[in-house]
DNA sequence: TAGTGGTCTAGACCACGGT
DNA sequence: CCGTGGTCTAGACCACTAG
């Protein structure tokens, strides 16, 4: 509790928004209820608002009050977080291959240097959907030395950037991506319902690691007729 | 002159950045120092600050001073740069649209607010491509107040952005984007040079900019086929 | 220890929206 | 008119950096 009181304050209001009890399109309590209920000052009031504004919870309307936006419902995928962070609510996701050694890929968005080749690969692939909507295909590769564990256990939580954070301390620290909007084949349309031939979002992923001359390879395919990719960024 | 205090010194110090009279490594006057120079208080020097901050010029340094920035350029495609910037090479712009009024478009990937719909907007649509062949049909809105003179001027180097930033002081501070893949319509497949119903990659752009409430929309019909959209991303 | 940025208080006046 | 958010003042104490 010895934490800043602003990021105290924008924590309730956060909350109280994604829970429901501040509905979207209503007004938040006003700077001056917020002081006397937190017994707080308005600059400090005013700086948690600041904070839900910049992350598009609220928007400021002058001489009405914060009211609580919408927010899309979209994938903000692009950066370095995983599908499980982006997405949150309802993520379903069924392993089509739990991680199992194979050779690397003959072509590739991104070639791994010779160091990652001349090593086996750890491969997984899984297909990611919001509730019962098929939404993605996933397929991972990434070099196995020291990461053999990784083939009998589950992963935390859902995630895979989270195991390896907690198992081995690697941080994803940036990620190159390459986009293309292609044709679906069969098992991409099978697997996401969709006719052979529909448009899909495909994108090619390396990401960047803590571990110098490590990364991890992604190949998604998304249906993004209901469920755009989406992406936000601030401050340069 | 009746502008505000901390957008005055904001100023201020934004053009002896880039000036280059506080260089690229040295550290501004402490926000004590700017108090005194300025007659004003902490929090209208800080705020002038973080302006600066949020849009990449400096970075604060607790117990040493604000340090000038490099400002980062290399975010690829999908975050801030334009077209040319990110391709750089054989770029070749044909305006099929060049800045006119027009109402706004009905639907839209992202609500333009109502200040900005009550207003009418500047249009143009540019052709790219690299060499003869295109890549991207690009359509533009705007709010128009204050930027009529766009309707009559050529562009600095090809450059949107760069033009905005030199005639008006206006940067680019982030973006939202939606990605889908969609099927060219009748006009896409023409302009692209594909067939129609084949695969593109449509990007919705909502560029934040240095102007609070002020966005540029830009909506992006991509053929990936030769030429993937690519983007890195780094130190997140 | 002196100077810096980070957080916070307790006021003030203004511009805007709705009554 | 009153209540709202937007700007600003004049202080305070703290945490961090460096000599």
Redesign the interface.
């Known amino acids: 509790m010895t934490d800043k009181l602003y990021k105290q304050v924008y924590q309730i209001l956060k909350s109280r928004i994604q829970e429901g009890i501040y509905g979207i399109g209503t007004y938040l309590p006003s700077e001056n209820e917020l002081c006397k209920m937190h017994g707080i000052t308005r600059?400090t009031a005013r700086r948690a608002l600041d904070e839900l504004q910049k992350e598009g919870f609220i928007?400021r309307e002058h001489g009405k009050g914060s009211r609580v936006k919408e927010r899309?419902q979209?994938l903000g995928l692009?950066?370095?977080k995983g599908f499980s962070e982006a997405v949150r609510e309802n993520v379903r996701t069924v392993f089509l291959q739990r991680p199992t050694l194979r050779a690397w890929p003959e072509s590739f968005?991104f070639s791994p240097d010779k160091k990652e080749r001349s090593r086996y690969s750890i491969y997984f692939e899984r297909l990611r959907g919001v509730g019962d909507f098929p939404v993605m295909l996933e397929c991972n590769w990434f070099a196995s030395p020291g990461f053999e564990e990784l083939l009998q256990i589950e992963f935390l939580e859902g995630s895979f950037f989270k195991t390896l954070s907690k198992k081995y301390q690697l941080e994803?620290?940036?990620?190159?991506?390459?986009?293309?909007?292609?044709?679906a084949d069969e098992k991409v349309a099978h697997l996401l319902k969709i006719g052979q031939g529909a448009?899909?979002?495909?994108i090619?992923i390396r990401f960047?690691t803590s571990r110098t001359n490590f990364h991890i390879y992604s190949c998604l395919h998304?249906n993004?007729?209901k469920y755009?990719?989406?992406?936000?960024?601030?401050?340069?």
């Open positions: 600059t928007v899309r979209t692009l950066t370095v968005a994803i620290t940036g990620s190159e991506q390459e986009l293309r909007a292609l044709q448009p899909v979002l495909n090619s960047i998304c993004t007729e755009p990719i989406g992406n936000i960024y601030h401050r340069l």
